[in-house]
């Protein structure tokens, strides 16, 4: 999650450098949604890994809430505010890069152990 964060800032930081327009706004908005996303699904696996007996069923309600709540976000973001699509992607793909960034990590320190 801290890796999450810190692509954040740095591709916020990036964005207004880079010009400070509606792009870049729209761009920022993607990220600040996928990383809360992303905050509250890490939460959430680290909820569901350590259930209790009928504690599923509140946990799945969570998980559809937010996912609901997400796309509400996401509907009256590019209706209403009429967003950049391609700058609201790029900001929410900044949480594949992190992935992406940490599973690459990961491989180099198995081969570094081989």
Do not use: P
């Amino acid at each position: 999650m801290r890796n999450q964060i810190y692509f954040s800032i740095l591709s916020c930081f990036m964005a207004i450098i880079l010009g400070y327009s509606t792009w870049a706004l729209d761009f920022i908005i993607g990220v600040l949604l996928g990383s809360f996303n992303f905050y509250f699904l890490a939460k959430f696996v680290q909820e569901i890994i350590h259930i209790k007996k009928g504690a599923l069923a509140a946990l799945l309600f969570h998980f559809y809430l937010r996912l609901a709540v997400t796309g509400l976000i996401l509907f009256y973001v590019i209706v209403y505010f009429k967003v950049n699509i391609v700058a609201l992607l790029g900001g929410l793909s900044i949480v594949i890069v992190n992935v992406l960034f940490y599973g690459l990590n990961l491989v180099g320190e198995k081969f570094k152990e081989a």
